[in-house]
């Protein structure tokens, strides 16, 4: 099952603050965080463990709740370049399933 | 950048008809999946291999079947192409489940008329 996001969309004002959810019915091993470019395609932001590991390259900071099987993205001071669709991925047996996404504009 | 190619990157094709898209790596992963995006619905899993002939089916596997012969290759084949199809084909590999991020290719629109 595919898992679920929230919010749908947001608009920011550069420098302004965003969180982007993520949830699962099924328990979750890891949770990835990918963004998408419009007309491009996905690209990795940063994995999430059991056990609280994180691995990222980029400024952007998340949280993973294994209890809760939720994750949170957390993006702060917002730039232009953070606009774009973000997915969260998770692993469930074999195989990885993302969410609907979460579409972010910034607007100067 | 990981060396994922996908072929061919633009392809109409009328109904019924029978479309193979191809993946094609060169960073010898073991997982190989495909995805398709639709707005409102984001990744949605169809396929994905992990190895050489060991394939599985994703969310949305109805009217898609895939082989994979080589490490290097992981094709998905619509048997007969319906216009529920269209869409845009993501292919993506990863060196193991878990802690290992996934890479995906340039994507494949397809429309089916």
């Known amino acids: 099952q595919q898992p679920v996001q929230s919010p749908q969309a947001v608009i920011l004002r550069e420098g302004e603050d965003a969180v982007i959810n993520c949830s699962s019915s099924k328990a979750l091993y890891s949770v990835h965080w990918y963004r998408q470019k419009h007309g491009e395609a996905p690209v990795f932001l940063m994995i999430?463990?059991?056990?609280?590991e994180q691995k990222g390259h980029e400024k952007i900071s998340a949280s993973f709740n294994e209890k809760k099987q939720q994750s949170s993205l957390y993006l702060t001071a917002s730039q232009l370049s953070y606009s774009g669709t973000y997915f969260c991925g998770t692993e469930q047996d074999d195989d990885m399933r993302f969410g609907a996404g979460t579409r972010l504009t910034v607007k100067p | 950048d990981a060396g994922i190619t996908q072929s061919p990157r633009h392809k109409v094709t009328e109904t019924g008809t029978p479309v193979t898209l191809r993946c094609h790596q060169t960073e010898n992963h073991r997982y190989m999946y495909w995805y398709r995006q639709d707005p409102g619905h984001g990744l949605r899993l169809i396929h994905y291999s992990y190895g050489v002939k060991d394939t599985d089916k994703g969310e949305v596997s109805d009217g898609y079947s895939v082989s994979r012969s080589k490490t290097e290759d992981f094709l998905l084949t619509l048997e007969s192409a319906t216009s529920s199809q269209t869409s845009v084909y993501f292919c993506?590999?990863?060196?193991?489940?878990?802690?290992?991020?996934?890479?995906f290719g340039q994507g494949t629109r397809l429309t089916v008329v």
């Open positions: 993506a590999i990863s060196e193991r489940q878990g802690n290992f991020e996934a890479f």
């Open positions: 999430l463990l059991k056990g609280g």
